[in-house]
């Protein structure tokens, strides 16, 4: 009964220890978490690696140096000047004007919020699933019957012979078929015999 006690704690520590990993890294990266842009100049910055350009693939405002991604940067260049809406109506304006298309992230309402929730569902309900897999499997091997009295007896009869066969030593002629056998081993094949 004290064993089960101990197969239990020892079954419970691994949780608990993996939870203060994880508060201990999620406290980490909150301390150490950029709290955004402080100057206009990384607002913009900021605004504008978050925008795709219109005829770039792949490609953000920040980065492309075409002239479309040029008057969309001036046109978020003398938003954040103007200094009355935040960076997130800044950007609506920018979607609304030039289409929802030249959001690199996508928007957390409607259809877009598929975006972010499917692969969050998703990891849900494999965790989920691999909980319910675990369990069940931790039932099963709990009402598993352990071993008869038939396979105690079968191991003491091969472990008696294997004492046995250890304890006798070898006669003459099992260790020349023993010596005969072994060479035989090393013998290459009679097709391979030149």
Known sequence: MAGAGLNRRLKRWPAWALLVFVAAGLLAVGATRDTGPRTPGERV??????????????????????NASESIRAEVRAQVAEAERSDDEIIEFIADRYGGQVLLVPRATGIEALAWAIPAAALVCALAGL???????????????????????????ALAEDRRSADDPPDDASRRSGAARRSGDDAPPEGDQP
């Open 45 to 66: 910055d900021d605004i504008t690696r978050r925008v795709a350009c219109p005829i770039c693939d792949g490609e953000s405002v920040y980065e492309s140096r075409n």
């Open 131 to 157: 909980t319910v897999a675990f369990r069940r499997w931790q039932a099963e091997a709990a009402t598993a019957r352990g071993a008869t009295a038939a396979d105690y007896t079968l191991v003491d009869a």
